[in-house]
């Protein structure tokens, strides 16, 4: 309902409609419909997550960790579909409830980094790492927003994925 209407134009009547459950159900759970999409956002970030962690045991060069990272970023944004642009909008927003989870997940990501990559690497500033993550960010945003072909977005994990290393993982 969010992605096809959008976060201003969409009401919980949109959304009882969508779910199929009762005013008194909905307001048993939620609030209102920014807690809708609060838990949405959470969800999707926790899930994006743990597939992060599940690559920590994956042997393997940096680099190869780095490219597999980048690739499963925006093969779950692929996955997730619409929403995730819309959900990435509103947690720019500083105002917003779904900012904290944000900079949580960034946090999170950040210490992946680190921990992935550190103990064979120079470590590096973490606004090396949060400067990465924001050109994830970013990426996606702009793909997402312009509805951007497979071609365009295999190419966009391979820019990433080159940048990555090239910051993290320079050749001596």
């Not at 045991?57 to 970023?73: D, H, I, K």
């Not at 996606?140 to 080159?162: N, P, Y």
Request: hydrophobic share 45%; aromatic share 8%.
């Amino acid at each position: 309902m969010f992605a096809r209407k959008g976060l201003e134009q969409a009401t919980v009547n949109d959304l009882l409609d969508a779910a199929q459950v009762s005013r008194r159900t909905f307001y048993k759970y939620f609030a209102n419909k920014m807690e809708v999409l609060e838990g949405i956002y959470q969800t999707s970030v926790v899930l994006l997550l743990a597939r992060f962690r599940e690559m920590q045991q994956v042997a393997g060069s940096p680099q190869e960790w780095l490219r597999a990272m980048v690739g499963r970023f925006f093969d779950y944004h692929l996955a997730v579909g619409p929403i995730i642009r819309l959900m990435q909008e509103e947690a720019l927003r500083a105002q917003s409830p779904l900012a904290a989870h944000r900079q949580r997940a960034h946090q999170e990501m950040l210490r992946l980094l680190v921990e992935r990559l550190e103990p064979e690497l120079t470590p590096r500033d973490p606004l090396v790492y949060q400067a990465l993550i924001w050109a994830l960010e970013a990426a996606s945003l702009d793909l997402l927003g312009r509805s951007a072909s497979r071609q365009e977005i295999e190419q966009a994990k391979a820019v990433l994925g080159d940048l990555l290393i090239a910051s993290l993982c320079p050749v001596s």
